[in-house]
Structure formats: structure tokens, C-alpha cells
């Protein structure tokens, strides 16, 4: 882990060190965490300190950015993402009892991480599969029509496949 | 392009400069139309609406504070709508303001109460969300209490634009926006240089200082104590606008009566132990040109620029002077050399600093500071807490006879005095290292290129065949300015002066909040203290430090020679990295005070 992180900051730092002959530096500042995010899963103060160091931002602008956007996690997240469809179609067909079990089976609410590390939590905005009603999507992979019931197995079937 | 353009506001034609915003170009014909997040030395927020004005043309009110005039434009100020909608402005924002004016700190110096008052809000129509955040008192100087604050930016702005440090920032959205530190880190752990700008920016009290004003209180009513004030220079050029003065009067004698009435036993003056600073940092900067040691020396008088420079400069800390600050020389005085003399045990002695300053509140808990385990201070208190405490015991400042300081911690030469204005500590020890370093006088005392409100001063001084460089910087933001020069070229300057706040103590974080016809950090304003006390040294008959006679009698009779065994032990300190590292951002954006056009 340590070891994998090593190489992870030295991938951030490069990608920081190409953008430094650019005009503007600082407003790569977006695009630095989102790269960030891609290479950590989330945004850690370690990695804000990393950021603020090499690019010469104070880091409570760099805090300010990274509160403002939700987009920006500041907590790990878990190795499977889940998503729950809350869109128009989704919602009428009862997306919201799917949501219900979910967060009732995993312990967790919104935006969270079950304990283990598996799973994280999301809300989704249509995911363009109304015709599939109501969806779920886990990692990039959608199921659709799910119920209350089968809701659970799909995390199972899914946490055990990958 | 012209040299005026005609503009007409309310029906009246008016002849300005171009290149103005509205509320610039209303400012000039005497129209002060409300404001709040705006401030002539910051950059424009244009966040809180309240100087909206009605321009001919315009679907909607614009605010004034941002939009540029044009010639020909027919502007409103005073129309039924727009005081209609001022009103609802500043309503919303009471709405989620708390409603505890009369238990707040700043109830009668409000800028959100006088801006309620002056809008006319006599009732409220709405019932808004209150914030329900936990205050952050961890730090020794300064208090954050998010739960007061209307995101007008201020403090944000002058952290960042006027003193490079850039502490606070907006974090989260929408509602639940918050001023904070990154990380939401407790106010103790950040690079907070605890100067107290930000309390004297802020409309309300979401920053003040820590307030010690009940444990001076007990302290006073401790029969077994020994009582002991001193009293900061600048403290006695600005506490009379807090009792209504005009600014400018200096009440040295009326506040050391104060104190005294109050219940102080005895009450010395900073001044004094500044005349001993300056004989230990002349020494030193002699003693490191005759011997070829770390040049440029800088002065460590101000405790906010020390803690930023630990935190944001730590490859300068060998051209820090080791001299430690007035206020910490007479604390390490009083609980030796005047506890001897009294026969006193320096544990029954309170020892309570009055300073214009929030960031000695810092200091007078630094650990490196402790003379045998004990504090050279034992609370420090602004001017602000000052005056409090004397309206609280019903001292009447105003009126009250004057009287003397204390002897044997209480004369001063002119020098000491103007330690309180930017340029002032350098003028002083100028004074006394030329003598040292030349053995004659010094043909012309006043050094006229150090003072001022300039951000960056330079000048330079010959003393007998050396050509002495030196340069002053008052606030942070313009001493990162010169400092990043320093790096780049070591050899440009022999001496320089740093104060953390802008026009120095004058200007602290802990000075009386304006009244109603001014603004925070007002160039006028910080002039006049300046001045109380230029003159005061003006019509000083002792006007080095090295010839007040009772420096050197404590030389003689207690710490032997300046940098000395003795002297070094209490009189000298040193300094060390201290974390998380600062970044110092755009510091070429940064405004400093008074520096260019704004």
C-alpha cells in the first residue's frame, strides 16, 4: 500500500511538473485534483498538502475548491461504487424503497462507505436507462428493473464476480 | 481620452474622474451610500448588494462598488425602491444573523447594527435559518465564531491581499458556506499569524480576540498580588477614540491614572523596555557588522511577523534579531530586576500587558519565554479590553487628572515612543547603533525616509565610512514582497524593519474599532496616531535610548552590558520552524497598504 502510494504521488507530481511552463498555473488547480481523485479515489489533506506544496496555492484555497464541489470526496471510497437511480423514471417506478434496502442492508447512508471498504453509496441523477426502470448501477455496470428484494442479491452477485 | 466626464446622479450633473466606479465617483460629491463587504483596500467582492444603485438603461439595480461610470450615465441613489430593497438586503441578512445584539461583544460598534439602524429596519417581516457552528477558541489570540459571521469576505481578502498569509478561505456552498482555515483546523494549528486583522475588518464579532478581561479582574482583586500594568505605545495614541476623542490625542498620563484606578499597583511603561531593546538590537547589529556575522539583521519586535516568519520564512530565522520584544523585556524586568527591588517573590506578581496588538497575546505564552519557569507576562490585553475595563469600573478617561508612570520601568527617551509607528523601531535604533558604531552624534535625529505609510521604505544612513542600506515593511503581505527580494539578493540591505500590521502597532489588531465616519485601517486615521507620537518624540528632551538615564542605570546596577551574560539570559530569545509551512501566494497580486492606486 505504502509502496503503491509512492508511486501514486510521483504520477501526481509529474502530471503537476507538466503543467508548470503553462500560462495561468493556478487554474489547472481543478484539474490537478481531479487527477487526484482518479489515481487516490479521493482527496486526502495529505494529498492537498502535496498539491498546495507544488503548485504554490494556499492550501485553504485549495480546501475552498475541493468543500465547493461535490464531485471531490474527502473520504476513501469503497473498492465497489453504488449508484442509485433517483431520476423522474426511476423514482415513479420506486426508487426510492431500493435506496431503503440498500442503506438498511449495508448500514451506511448516502455518500458513505460500509465499514469493509466495500461498498460507497451514491445518489444518481438519471443514468439514461429509463427504459430499464428502476436502475441501479454498481462500478459501470447497470442492472436494471430491480426491486426491494432482488436489490441485495445484485450487491452480492456483484461484490463476488469482480 | 477627457479629463473629466460628466455624470448625473439624482437629477444633478457632477464633473469626475473617469476610470471610477460609481460609488468611487458618489463618494467624491458626497453622496456615502451604504456598503458593507466593500473596503477601499481590498479587492471588490460585490457579495453583499447593500450599495446597489438604479442606472438609467439598466434592467436591475447594480452595485455601485464594482460598476464603472461612463459619461452621460444618470445614476439613483434614493429612490423609494431602492431603499425599499436596501432594507430587504440587510433584513435577509439579519434573518440568519443570531439576535443576541445586546449580550455581543460589539453591541454599539457594529457595522451590521449601525447599517440595520441607517436602513431603517424597525420591524422584522421574516424568521431565517440560524448557523449553529461551534466556536473556535483555540488559539491564544484569536476567536472565530462562524455563527455571527455574513460572509462579507472581508477577512478573508485582507489575509490573503494585504498580509500574504492566507489563512481563511470560504469553504462548502450555498447556505452552509463557511469562513475557515483549510481543513477546518482548529485556529491553534494553522499558519494564523495571529495579527488580529481580521477582528479589525470584520462588521460583526466572528473574529475577536481571546478576551482576558475577567482573569485581569480576578487578578486585581487578589489581595496576595503584587499588581503590575505596562502600557504600549501606540495603546495611549489610539484608546481615546474608544471614549469618544477625536484620533490623534495622546493619553499617556490619563491611562496610566486609568490603571492605576483601576487597581494597579504599579504601572510601567512599554516605551521604557523599547529603549532597552533598542540598546540590546544596536549592540547586535554592530556586533554582527564588526564582525562580519548574518547581514541583513531584522527586527523581531512584532509578534505576528515572528510567527509568520517561522512559519513562512524559516530560512531567514539567522537574520533574526534575538532581542526579544518590548513587551517581553519588561515582563522579564518586572519578574527580576523590580521583583529584587521590592523584595517581591516573581510568583506573587501579576504582570499584565495593555497592547495594541491581539498577536502578543501569542507571545507572552511562547514557551521560549518563561524566565525560570515562570511568565514574563502573565496576561496580555488589547486596547480594546483596556477601555472596556475602565467604561466597566466607571473610570472616566476623559476627564481623569493625568498622572506619571512608575519609576524605575517608566521614563523613556522619544525613541522608545515612536516604536509604535512603522519605520519607528528603525529610526530608534539608528539613533543608537550610529553612536556605537561612529562614537559621535548623530548630526540629524529625525530620519525622515523611514516614515510614512509607504508599504516598502528604503533608505540609507552613513555612518562614518559605511553606507548603512536599510528598508522598512509594514504589514505582511509588503514585508513577503521584500523578503522574497532578500532571498533573491542578500547583500541588498545591512538592516530591516518588519511590522506585521499595516502603518505598525497604530494599526493593530487590537486598537479601537472605528467610529462611524471611517473605515478599518483608514490611511488618515493611522497617520494620526502615527503623528501623537512623532510629536510626543518631537518634544522629548532624551531622545536616544542609550541616554535615558534610566537604562543606564539598569545596566548598571542589575544587567551589566548590553549583550552581556545577564542581558543575553533575559532579554534575548531565539526561534525555530514552526508547521504546517505557509504558502506565500501571488505575493506580487498582493495590495499592500498604501502602495499604488486603488
Known amino acids: 500500500m505504502e509502496k503503491d502510494n509512492t508511486a501514486k504521488i510521483k504520477e501526481l507530481r509529474d502530471y503537476i511538473g507538466s503543467i508548470k511552463t503553462t500560462e495561468h498555473r493556478d487554474s489547472y488547480l481543478i484539474a490537478v485534483l481531479h487527477k487526484a481523485q482518479d489515481l487516490f479515489g479521493y482527496v486526502s489533506q495529505e494529498v492537498m498538502d502535496e498539491i498546495s506544496l507544488s503548485m504554490s496555492i494556499p492550501t485553504a484555497h485549495i480546501w475552498g475548491v475541493v468543500t465547493f464541489y461535490h464531485y471531490f470526496s474527502l473520504l476513501p471510497k469503497g473498492k465497489h461504487a453504488i449508484s442509485v437511480c433517483m431520476g423522474t423514471a426511476c423514482y415513479v417506478k420506486g426508487a426510492e424503497k431500493i435506496l431503503k434496502a440498500i442503506k438498511e442492508h449495508l448500514k451506511i447512508e448516502i455518500g458513505q462507505t460500509t465499514t469493509d471498504g466495500v461498498f460507497t453509496l451514491q445518489e444518481a441523477r438519471c443514468l439514461g436507462a429509463c427504459g430499464l426502470a428502476p436502475v441501479v448501477m454498481i462500478d459501470e455496470k447497470i442492472y436494471g428493473n430491480v426491486t426491494e428484494k432482488n436489490a441485495v442479491s445484485i450487491l452480492k452477485e456483484h461484490s463476488r464476480l469482480k | 481620452m477627457p479629463e473629466k466626464i460628466k455624470i448625473i446622479i439624482n437629477d444633478k450633473e457632477y464633473e469626475v474622474r473617469p476610470n471610477q466606479t460609481i460609488m468611487q465617483a458618489a463618494d467624491g460629491v458626497g453622496f456615502h451610500l451604504p456598503r458593507l463587504c466593500y473596503h477601499p483596500r481590498l479587492s471588490i467582492e460585490g457579495a453583499c448588494r447593500v450599495c446597489i444603485v438604479e442606472v438609467e438603461g439598466m434592467r436591475n439595480f447594480v452595485a455601485s462598488c464594482a460598476y464603472p461610470i461612463h459619461d452621460g450615465m444618470k445614476i439613483r441613489t434614493n429612490t423609494d425602491e431602492l431603499r425599499r430593497a436596501r432594507r430587504d438586503i440587510v433584513e435577509l441578512i439579519l434573518d440568519n444573523h443570531p439576535t443576541d445584539c445586546h449580550t455581543c461583544v460589539r453591541d454599539g460598534n457594529c457595522e451590521l447594527q449601525r447599517l440595520a439602524y441607517a436602513m431603517g429596519i424597525r420591524k422584522r417581516h421574516f424568521e431565517g435559518e440560524k448557523k449553529n457552528y461551534e466556536k473556535d477558541i483555540s488559539s491564544t489570540a484569536v476567536v472565530r465564531d462562524p455563527n455571527k459571521c455574513i460572509l462579507c469576505g472581508r477577512c478573508v481578502r485582507i489575509c490573503s491581499e494585504v498580509q500574504a498569509v492566507t489563512n481563511l478561505g470560504f469553504a462548502h456552498r450555498g447556505f452552509k458556506t463557511v469562513v475557515m482555515p483549510a481543513y477546518n483546523l482548529p485556529f491553534s494549528d494553522t499558519v494564523c499569524s495571529t495579527c488580529g486583522q481580521c477582528i479589525n475588518v470584520c462588521p460583526t464579532a466572528a473574529f475577536i480576540e481571546k478576551n482576558y478581561t475577567q482573569d485581569v479582574f480576578a487578578g486585581l482583586s487578589d489581595k496576595n498580588l503584587i499588581k503590575i500594568a505596562q502600557v504600549a505605545p501606540s495603546v495611549r495614541a489610539a484608546i481615546g477614540e474608544d471614549f469618544g476623542l477625536s484620533a490623534g490625542r495622546n493619553m499617556e498620563k490619563e491611562t496610566a491614572a486609568a490603571l492605576r484606578k483601576l487597581g494597579f499597583d504599579y504601572v510601567f511603561d512599554t516605551q521604557f523596555s523599547a529603549d532597552l531593546t533598542i540598546v540590546e538590537e544596536a549592540s547586535e547589529l554592530v556586533h554582527r557588522i564588526k564582525t562580519k556575522g548574518k547581514l541583513p539583521m531584522i527586527t523581531s519586535c512584532s509578534s505576528a511577523w515572528m510567527k509568520y516568519m517561522e512559519q513562512f520564512f524559516p530560512d531567514l530565522i539567522e537574520n533574526i534579531s534575538t532581542a526579544k520584544s518590548p513587551m517581553s523585556m519588561m515582563g522579564a524586568m518586572i519578574k527580576t530586576y ?83 509607528a512603522t519605520g519607528g523601531v528603525m529610526e530608534a535604533a539608528l539613533r543608537t547603533a550610529y553612536e556605537l558604531y561612529t562614537g559621535k552624534e548623530m548630526p540629524d535625529l529625525d530620519i525622515k525616509a523611514v516614515r510614512g505609510l509607504k508599504g516598502i521604505k528604503e533608505g540609507s544612513v552613513m555612518m562614518g565610512d559605511m553606507e548603512l542600506r536599510v528598508a522598512v515593511a509594514h504589514g505582511l503581505g509588503n514585508a513577503a514582497k521584500l523578503l522574497q527580494e532578500v532571498r533573491k539578493d542578500p547583500n541588498k540591505y545591512h538592516f530591516i524593519e518588519i511590522m506585521g500590521c499595516p502603518g505598525g502597532c497604530v494599526g493593530g489588531g487590537g486598537q479601537p474599532y472605528v467610529g462611524l465616519n471611517s473605515v478599518p485601517l483608514d490611511e488618515n486615521l493611522l497617520k494620526k496616531r502615527a503623528e501623537a507620537l512623532y510629536s510626543s518624540d518631537k518634544n522629548k528632551s532624551v531622545r536616544k535610548s542609550h541616554e535615558n538615564p534610566d537604562i543606564k542605570k539598569i545596566y548598571k546596577e542589575f544587567l551589566g552590558e548590553p549583550l552581556g551574560e545577564r542581558s543575553y539570559k533575559l532579554l534575548h530569545t531565539h526561534y525555530k520552524q514552526h508547521y504546517p509551512q505557509g504558502i506565500i501566494s501571488g505575493e506580487e497580486r498582493c495590495q499592500g497598504p498604501f502602495d499604488g492606486k486603488r
Not at chain 2, 506573587?348 to 502578543?360: H, Q, R, W
Not at chain 2, 496576561?379 to 476623559?398: F, H, N
Open chain 2, 338 to 420: 523590580f521583583a529584587e527591588k521590592i523584595k517581591a517573590d516573581p510568583k506573587n506578581i501579576l504582570s499584565v500587558a495593555v497592547m495594541c496588538c491581539t498577536a502578543k497575546k501569542y507571545e507572552a505564552a511562547r514557551p521560549e519565554l518563561l524566565i525560570d519557569g515562570i511568565r514574563g507576562v502573565d496576561y496580555m490585553i488589547t486596547t480594546r479590553e483596556a477601555s472596556w475595563m475602565m467604561k466597566s469600573a466607571g473610570i472616566d478617561l476623559v476627564n481623569i487628572k493625568g498622572e506619571e508612570f512608575d519609576e524605575p520601568l517608566g521614563m523613556s527617551s522619544g525613541a522608545g515612543t515612536i516604536f509604535g
